[in-house]
């Protein structure tokens, strides 16, 4: 995305309509009502977010948004995630191990109308141990049975993953896209570029827990955010195709608004406006189609936007 191509006066440009591309219809975790479901959509219009990826819950609410938000705004949702059975991710699916289960569990989420196949393969950043992430993730073998039967039910397979090894077997055993990806490897970057590999960092959502921690959690808190910002820089340096995601609706991470947190974290990391544009944008083509915002060029650190169109129509702001 050159943005350039977008700028309609000196200190306006027109852009497409942003993609939160990791996302769950929750709140707090759980899951919300049908008026709290407008209101967030009503929330992510107010931002300029039209499209959004919902990666799972366990009560599959992404699925209902997809039919209660049509017209409104595009939902794609991995309806449940599938996570290795007495690990990491109760909440987000359905547990499976071995083939036959994995199997049956991969053809039920298709069967439901998922979009994409969300896999949990790892734990989570660990604050007590350092470079530690906690139990979670399949092996490299049975990953490879779940993108087996991710293509024969046509379902992209995103991968949920931390550490240097999740990500790298995520990456060997066919991942289209690794989300958050923390302790991530120059060699992982590498291999994701070549592969053509998505990446969504989902930085915000860790840093957000700062305030709740003690001081020696803290500083170490700072440090990996330091580094995922260098890695975030580094593959954007190589061609990495990046992804803003904001993992909303975990606790303390808001809908709407924690996207310009993040987007305003890969301004930290180095990135120009036109890089971060191409992470946070649906297709350039979609201006064509009247679908854009008005947006000053200050607007991650203003939060501002001029005006939103949709079908060439102004709609908002």
Not at 149 to 171: P, Q, T, Y
Request: contains cysteine; hydrophobic residues 40%.
């Amino acid at each position: 995305m050159h943005m350039a191509s977008y700028a309609i006066h000196r200190d306006l440009l027109k852009i497409p309509h942003f993609r939160d591309s990791h996302m769950h219809f929750t709140k707090e975790g759980r899951p919300v009502s049908n008026l709290e479901l407008l209101k967030i959509a009503h929330r992510y219009r107010q931002y300029g977010i039209f499209e959004v990826h919902d990666m799972g819950h366990k009560s599959a609410p992404g699925l209902g948004a997809k039919k209660a938000l049509a017209g409104e705004m595009r939902v794609r949702s991995a309806g449940w995630a599938i996570f290795r059975k007495a690990a990491y991710g109760v909440f987000l699916g359905k547990g499976a191990s071995g083939k036959e289960e994995i199997k049956k569990t991969i053809e039920e989420i298709s069967e439901a109308g998922a979009d994409f196949l969300k896999v949990v393969n790892s734990g989570i950043v660990s604050l007590r141990d350092e470079g530690a992430v906690t139990e979670g993730g399949f092996s490299r073998e049975e990953l490879k049975i779940i993108h087996g039967e991710a293509l024969e039910h046509n379902l992209e397979m995103r991968c949920h993953a931390n550490s240097e090894m999740a990500i790298g077997d995520a990456i060997s055993a066919g991942a289209s896209s690794i989300e958050h990806g923390f302790f991530m490897s120059k060699e992982n970057i590498v291999a994701m570029a070549e592969k053509g590999i998505s990446w969504t960092p989902t930085v915000y959502a860790l840093q957000s827990l700062a305030p709740t921690l003690q001081y020696d959690e803290r500083r170490y808190l700072d440090a990996v955010i330091d580094r995922h910002l260098s890695s975030i820089h580094y593959a954007s340096s190589i061609g990495c195709r990046l992804r803003i995601g904001t993992d909303s609706g975990s606790k303390g991470v808001d809908h709407g608004s924690s996207f310009f947190d993040e987007l305003a974290l890969f301004s930290k990391a180095g990135l120009t406006l036109a890089q971060i544009l191409s992470s946070a944008c649906v297709a350039a083509e979609e201006v064509e189609r009247g679908n854009f915002l008005l947006v000053k060029k200050d607007f991650i650190t203003t939060r501002e936007i001029g005006a939103v169109y949709q079908r060439g129509q102004r709609i908002g702001l």
